[in-house]
């Protein structure tokens, strides 16, 4: 399974960008889509995640901001991230897992390279 991501970048403060990730390969096999994050220093936090039966999760500092969505005749998962905070500032990771997920999953099984979102003050 290939996991790619894109649509990182430099937004201002308050400022929005959306994140778009593509499965590929032996889809089949995967029941879920998360977003990651890590910023600088910290450890790899979950934002957030779909599973392949409709059910969304969103972590409690990315609540009412961010907005996690599917598309699942692309195999396609997105994050919308509006009111963009220094805080945010991290490498966006898509992944896939070959498990539903909860906010309590452990990791994920196949992983994107990340995409960086640098949010200025």
């Known amino acids: 399974v290939e996991v790619v991501e894109s649509g990182g970048g430099l937004v201002q403060t308050g400022g929005s960008l959306r994140l778009s990730c593509a499965a590929s390969g032996t889809i089949f096999s995967i029941h879920a889509m998360a977003w990651y994050r890590q910023a600088a220093g910290k450890e790899r936090e979950l934002v957030g995640g779909a599973n392949y039966d409709g059910q969304i999760y969103h972590a409690d500092p990315v609540k009412g901001r961010f907005t996690i969505s599917r598309d699942a005749a692309k195999n396609a998962v997105y994050l919308q991230m509006d009111r963009l905070q220094p805080e945010d500032t991290a490498v966006y990771f898509c992944?896939?897992?070959?498990?539903?997920?909860?906010?309590?999953?452990?990791?994920?099984?196949?992983w994107g390279k990340g995409t960086l979102v640098f949010v200025s003050s």
């Open positions: 992944a896939a897992l070959a498990l539903k997920m909860t906010m309590s999953s452990p990791g994920a099984d196949y």
